[in-house]
Every structure is written in C-alpha cells, then in structure tokens.
Nanobody, 116 residues
Framework: QVQLVQSGGGSVQAGGSLRLSCTAS????????MGWFRQAPGNEREFVAA????????TYADSVKGRFTISRDNAKKAVYLQMNSLKPEDTAVYYC?????????WGQGTQVTVSS
C-alpha cells in the first residue's frame, strides 16, 4: 500500500506563485518517477509535469513550460511543484502521483485557484 499526502496550494492572484508538496509512504519500490496532474471543472485530468528517480529528466506540459518547476527529494520521498506566473487557466485540483510501471498511486488533491 502506498500513500501520498499533499500540502500547499490555495488562492492567489494572476502572476503570483504557489508551491505544492507531496510526500509518499508505504511500500514503494526504488527507481520510480513522480509527477503532477491537474483537473479543472468539466475537464479531464491532464498531465502537468514529471521527474525521474534520479531527477535528471523532467517533462512538462507545454502550457506550464517556463513557469512551473518540478523537483524531488528522494531521502524524504517527496516531490514538489513550484508554480510561478500563475494564470487563471491554471485553476484546478492538482494531484501528485507515483509511477511504478504506471501512474497507479495518487494524492488526495489540492485546490489551486488563480484570480484575474
């Protein structure tokens, strides 16, 4: 069993910044990727960013490139998402996830609201 607990998020005006954190516990194998997804009302869940186990490779959705930064601390089994220059269209519930062959474990979700 794997648990992911998220923190951070909240409300901010356009142009502001927020940082999301996610810590994993439980039966986690080594060499797993971690990532962030988001889901806006009426939309499907979409990929935001991912990072490999060693942190050497990061991937971003085109919509957040240059504004969001994903990082991880393997000693803490944690992943972070620094979100800068936020836009109203970034408003969504954000989820962290672990990939051990598939994105099979998810955090509880954190609301991010960006006002114009």
């Amino acid at each position: 069993q794997v648990q992911l607990v998220q923190s951070g998020g909240g409300s901010v005006q356009a142009g502001g910044s927020l940082r999301l954190s996610c810590t994993a516990s439980g039966r986690i194998f080594s060499n797993y990727a971690m990532g962030w997804f988001r889901q806006a009302p009426g939309n499907e869940r979409e990929f935001v960013a991912a990072i490999t186990w060693a942190g050497g490779t990061t991937t971003y959705a085109d919509s957040v490139k240059g504004r969001f930064t994903i990082s991880r601390d393997n000693a803490k089994k944690a992943v972070y998402l620094q979100m800068n220059s936020l836009k109203p269209e970034d408003t969504a519930v954000y989820y962290c996830a672990i990939n051990q062959g598939s994105w099979g474990y998810w955090g509880q979700g954190t609301q991010v609201t960006v006002s114009s």
